[in-house]
């Protein structure tokens, strides 16, 4: 008769579920701290923070510059059309006599100046007087033509051609004197007044 082997415990050693250890989870990467992710975003988010800042400033700093300027511009530009126009009326005034009418001319001439051209038109205008009176002289200036040379908000320098037609007791002809004109004209006030006329 055949013996029986006897029963061997089993090789397989079951292991209970909670001894056993627990398989670490996506989001904590078997640590209790933030995951690598987290840990880069945040210190890039306070870095990020300050640097838009820095730029929206920028940018408005550059806005404000650039009206600043454009409004600067734009007061220039109109600095320079009034001071021109207010230079071809007055070298209308200037060259315009009236032998008939001498105290108004020369008033008119007075009120238009400012600075050096009043002062020496002053000391000047009784000789000038005279000499019209004795000549009987009379003229008529026109404007051909006139351009800003330099344009500042209070000062404007302005370049003119003056045709001035003449006549006088020694010709019965009138005579035509085309001259070239450099005036300079200053704010005063409300008004453009020329401080400086010559023959550049």
Excluded: C, H
């Excluded at 071809?88 to 020369?106: C, P």
């Amino acid at each position: 008769m055949k013996a029986e082997a006897p029963e061997t415990e089993s090789s397989t050693v079951e292991v209970s579920k909670k001894d056993a250890p627990a398989a670490p989870t996506a989001t904590d990467g078997g640590d209790k701290g933030p995951s690598l992710l987290a840990r880069i975003a945040k210190p890039a988010r306070r870095a990020l923070f300050p640097v838009t800042a820095a730029v929206a400033v920028a940018a408005l700093v550059a806005v404000g510059i650039m009206g600043w300027q454009a409004k600067q511009q734009r007061d220039v530009d109109a600095a320079a059309d009034a001071g021109l126009a207010a230079a071809r009326a007055y070298a209308v005034t200037l060259t315009s006599v009236d032998t008939a009418n001498l105290d108004a001319g020369f008033a008119a001439v007075l009120d238009g100046s400012t600075g050096e051209f009043r002062d020496m038109y002053t000391r000047s205008s009784g000789q000038l007087r005279q000499l019209l009176l004795d000549n009987k002289a009379s003229g008529k200036g026109t404007v051909l033509d006139a351009a800003v040379k330099s344009a500042s908000e209070d000062k404007v320098e302005v370049l003119l051609f003056i045709d001035q037609t003449v006549t006088n007791a020694a010709s019965a002809d009138p005579r035509v004197d085309r001259s070239r004109v450099a005036m300079t004209m200053e704010r005063v006030g409300d008004r453009w007044l020329a401080s400086r006329v010559y023959l550049p």
